[in-house]
């Protein structure tokens, strides 16, 4: 060492630590990269992308040549330091301590924390380029790299720890799904994120909580006098219509409308057997059957709307395949004439919302923002009533969910329509 130049020897010690430094910030790169991006960019073609790729399929050796190399530099920087310690203060136990010192400062800050915090700030602009480095240095260390995971490989099975079986076991569960959409940003726009997001529900929601209620069914009965069904029939505003005849639970078909237009504007003198003949076939679903699943189910069977059953066989409700693509990309703009929620359902500017009960308590949450439990009932009808335990009177009021509730109108046994009045707490939270 005393016959090399001093200049020398600090520009090796300099080109050392920067290359320590590279190994250190290479590493934390690497680890810290976006797989997904990284992915995106090899498929149209990116040749850092796929070389970063293959690094990454091979962590094993890749951590293997930047551990060894890492540790080489760093012998070598500790005797380098040490060498030029004694060359300029003598052979003393206080020298090479100081100096041990240095070097641990010098490694510490310039060839760890700082590099491996650049390293982590900009992943994929240090892991494309360095991987043209590493590749090579893989191939050219393949036997050193081999030799050195004899022994790494023992320990881990001495460990128990079986790497390939956790490396196929690493993928995403829907709750990280969902995490990475949430934090999209600015990168997802905002409607294509709720629609990910409704998707990542549709397991999770019954058919319960996207069905019109049983009250709320349009439905024709073959009992009634055929004048009455005809009227029905030209006054319907539905594509089809369930068929019973004298009472809801006896479903004996669905009804085509254009098919019955067509009986009327044709025959004169009708029956109930002449719509009889047009009927086909119902489809019932059992409830709780979760929204994706049936789904699945209408895809399967080329239907497009089913009857709800309970496990009697009673009709609870009726689904269709628009409330299941509602409940994807939200509500249609268009609405049935007389339906006015699209235009009523909002907190007014005084914090108040007039609904009927039968409004499911997922839209209310929705729209009002609200955090009703959605465990129990449905409606907010049957909230209600859970929470008063009997049929309450008009002008009767509560508070759930930080949310004050008045009775306004009570028939037939259930509430038919009750106000909402949003609490300071609430509204200043938004």
Not at 271 to 284: D, G, I, N, T, V
Not at 287 to 311: A, C, H, P
Not at 327 to 336: A, W, Y
Request: glycine share 4%; aromatic share 6%; charged share 20%.
């Amino acid at each position: 060492m005393n016959d090399i130049p001093l200049s020398v020897q600090l520009l090796s010690l300099a080109g050392l630590i920067l290359l320590s430094a590279f190994f250190s910030m290479t590493e934390t790169a690497l680890m810290a990269i976006n797989h997904h991006r990284l992915r995106h960019l090899a498929k149209r073609g990116n040749k850092l992308a796929k070389t970063t790729l293959w690094l990454l399929e091979r962590v094993n050796k890749l951590l293997s040549v930047i551990l060894i190399a890492n540790t080489l530099i760093n012998a070598m920087v500790t005797a380098l330091v040490t060498s030029l310690a004694i060359q300029a203060f003598g052979n003393d136990d206080k020298v090479i301590t100081i100096a041990t010192a240095v070097v641990a400062f010098l490694l510490i800050v310039f060839a760890e924390i700082a590099p491996k915090v650049i390293g982590a700030t900009y992943p994929e602009r240090i892991s494309l380029p360095a991987s043209l480095v590493l590749r090579p240095l893989i191939s050219l260390g393949q036997p050193l790299i081999w030799f050195v995971n004899l022994f790494v490989n023992a320990l881990l099975r001495l460990l128990h720890i079986d790497t390939s079986k956790q490396a196929r076991e690493h993928r995403l569960s829907p709750e990280e799904l969902r995490s990475i959409v949430l934090e999209g940003g600015n990168f997802i726009p905002q409607k294509h994120k709720s629609i990910l997001l409704n998707l990542f529900d549709l397991e999770t929601i019954s058919v319960n909580d996207v069905m019109t209620p049983r009250s709320q069914i349009e439905a024709l009965n073959l009992a009634m006098p055929v004048a009455d069904i005809k009227y029905q029939l030209t006054t319907c505003y539905h594509n089809k219509l369930p068929v019973y005849e004298g009472e809801i639970n006896r479903i004996i078909g669905i009804l085509h409308i254009r098919k019955a237009m067509t009986l009327l504007s044709r025959e004169e003198n009708l029956s109930a057997e002449h719509f009889r003949k047009l009927l086909s076939a119902p489809y019932f679903i059992p409830e709780d059957t979760d929204v994706f699943t049936q789904l699945t189910y209408f895809q399967e069977n080329r239907e497009k709307m089913g009857l709800i059953v309970d496990e009697y066989g009673e009709v609870q409700g009726l689904v269709t395949l628009e409330d299941i693509i509602e409940e994807m990309i939200g509500e249609f703009t268009t609405s049935m004439p007389g339906d006015a929620r699209a235009d009523t359902f909002s907190w007014d500017e005084n914090g108040v919302c007039l609904l009927e009960g039968s409004t499911t308590l997922r839209d209310i949450n929705k729209r009002l923002q609200l955090q009703f439990p959605l465990s129990g009932p449905k409606t907010l009808n049957g909230l209600l009533l859970e929470y008063l335990q009997e049929i309450p009177e008009a002008n009767v009021s509560l508070k759930i969910a930080q949310c004050v509730i008045e009775i306004v109108q009570v028939q037939h046994q259930s509430i038919k329509v009750a106000k909402l009045v949003r609490s300071k707490d609430s509204s200043s939270t938004e």
